[in-house]
Structure formats: structure tokens, C-alpha cells
């Protein structure tokens, strides 16, 4: 599925369905009641009275424009809503990061000091080696993920 039509199902069909059902029951006293007279009163006076073809096309376009704004706004909330969803979800890899990072750093602190004071051993070497490795290789998301080279050029 390419990313047109996954954005066309995720977004702008849900819209579409909001703003044709509100539409759809916004015109529906024009479709039951079509060859009534109306007559609009207030405090007893007469404002109005007369076919309703007087008043349909301004109150259809009333209402295709009250759900077409509907449907707008239901597509920005949904966008607004996934967009802070991705954002928590890649604050939380970015936290993970940092801390992972921390812990390399400690253990190269304590490495360092330790061949001050002593030689450490090879097991000890290679085990802190394979750790670096098995994080490193690992992708976080599909934008960003850690290069071992790098790493290795660095410390």
C-alpha cells in the first residue's frame, strides 16, 4: 500500500463519511417534509411564509458548509492527535537512547580508571565490546539508527 492511498483511508476518508453524514442528516427535513408550506413566526408575528423552495438553497448550502467544516476539523484533530502520539512514542526512543548512552559512558569511565590502577582482562574487554555491538546494530525506528563505525571511530 503506498503512502497516498494509507493517507487517503487514514485521513481523508473518515472526514468524508463525517461531513457526508452530517450533511446527509442536516438535509433530511428537505427530503420529508418537501411540498409543506412554512411559516416562521415570532411573539406571534409572521416573518415569513412560503414554499419551501424559497428557503431550501440557503439552508442546503448552510449546511454543506457547517459539515464540510466539520469534516475538516475532524481530519486536523485526527492528524493533531497522531502527530502526538509519534511524538511521545520518539521522545521515549530518544530517552532510551540517552540512557543506553549513559551507561557506555560509565562503563568506558570505569575501564579507563580500572587500566590506570590495572590491566583489565580480555574477557572483561570483549564483553563490554559485544554489549556496544549488540546495541548499536540495533535500530530504533525506521529514521534513525546507530552506526558501529562511528561509535568505534569516536571512542
Known amino acids: 500500500m503506498n503512502i497516498l492511498s494509507h493517507r487517503f483511508v ?3 476518508l473518515p472526514a ?7 450533511f446527509a442528516a442536516l438535509s433530511l427535513p428537505v427530503w420529508m417534509f418537501p411540498n409543506q ?19 431550501i438553497p440557503p439552508y442546503l448550502g448552510v449546511a454543506a458548509t457547517f459539515s464540510l467544516g466539520l469534516g ?9 492527535r497522531r502527530g502526538r502520539r509519534r511524538s511521545s512514542r ?20 570505569q575501564l579507563r580508571l580500572q587500566s590506570i590502577y590495572e ?21 530504533t525506528n525506521r529514521f534513525y ?4 563505525s562511528s561509535k568505534a571511530s569516536k571512542a
Open 10 to 12: 487514514r485521513t481523508l
Open 16 to 22: 468524508g463519511l463525517v461531513s457526508g453524514l452530517t
Open 37 to 55: 408550506t412554512i411559516v416562521l413566526e415570532r411573539q406571534d408575528q409572521v416573518v415569513f411564509s412560503g414554499e419551501p423552495e424559497i428557503l
Open 72 to 80: 475538516i476539523t475532524s481530519s486536523v484533530v485526527a492528524e493533531w
Open 90 to 109: 520518539l521522545q521515549q526512543q530518544l530517552s532510551a537512547l540517552r540512557e543506553v548512552v549513559k551507561v557506555q559512558e560509565d562503563q568506558l569511565v
Open 119 to 139: 590491566q583489565p582482562s580480555t574477557h572483561e574487554l570483549k564483553s563490554f565490546l559485544q554489549d556496544v555491538k549488540a546495541t548499536a546494530g540495533r535500530p
Open 145 to 148: 539508527s546507530v552506526d558501529s
